[in-house]
């Protein structure tokens, strides 16, 4: 069962644009929902991260932004640069005793010149 | 400081064997947990281990998988009787007790021939 659906699969951005990306999610005990930018043969890396008390979150160039009551949140990246070809996961977790992430599919950016 | 770090960082096995895979926590991090990532498919969750508690196992696949933590340190990810379907690259990451935030190693990619 898919908790977290993540789209697009594939984005190609020219540089200095906008790339969004979109997930949603079904689970309403999900509290925290972070965001992981992860480069071809290395882990994923916590790239931002948003609690469900605020509507959007900004660092840099990086934007979260968060609808409850849609059950839906997006990554926005701003001034889109070369260096910022990576897949991108979403992601999703619980309060609890139960620390596991629930990812979503992933998606692939490439910006262009 | 050192990071999240991962041996193999590449397995190539025949079906049927035994393979393990190990684990070095980021030193002082108390919660470790096991992914899996297939191509084109994003990060599974196989078990997480919290200090002294016993692990979460939920995401193990079935049986043939396991995996223990020595020390509340190092942890081995041990597959028997590996399967094609078993190739994937699996990550591991280490967090604070009560953090959020999961760091990530680069993983090792598995390939049963």
């Known amino acids: 069962q898919q908790q977290v659906k993540q789209s697009p699969q594939s984005l190609i951005v020219q540089k200095g644009g906008i790339s969004i990306i979109n997930c949603a999610y079904e689970n309403t005990a999900f509290d925290y929902f972070p965001w992981y930018q992860q480069f071809p043969g290395k882990g994923p890396a916590l790239l931002i991260a948003i609690r469900p008390d605020v509507s959007e979150k900004k660092e840099g160039r990086f934007t979260i932004s968060f609808n409850k009551s849609a059950k839906q949140f997006s990554l926005h990246i701003m001034d889109s640069q070369p260096g910022d070809s990576a897949t991108y996961f979403c992601?999703?977790?619980?309060?609890?005793?139960?620390?596991?992430?629930?990812f979503g599919t992933g998606t692939r950016l490439q910006v262009t010149l | 400081g050192a990071g999240v770090s991962q041996s193999p960082s590449n397995k190539v096995t025949e079906k049927g064997k035994d393979v393990e895979l190990r684990c070095d926590p980021i030193s002082g991090h108390t919660a470790l947990y096991w992914y899996r990532q297939s191509l084109g498919q994003g990060l599974e969750f196989l078990i997480y281990?919290?200090?002294?508690?016993?692990?979460?196992k939920s995401g193990l696949p079935s049986d043939r998988f396991s995996a223990e933590r020595t020390g509340g340190s190092v942890s081995t990810l041990t597959i028997q009787r590996t399967q094609q379907e078993d190739s994937a690259v699996y990550l591991c990451a280490s967090s604070l007790a009560m953090s959020y935030e999961q760091y990530f190693g680069p993983g090792t990619r598995l390939t049963v021939t």
């Open positions: 281990f919290q200090g002294n508690s016993a692990p979460d």
């Open positions: 992601a999703a977790r619980t309060t609890g005793t139960a620390s596991k992430l629930t």
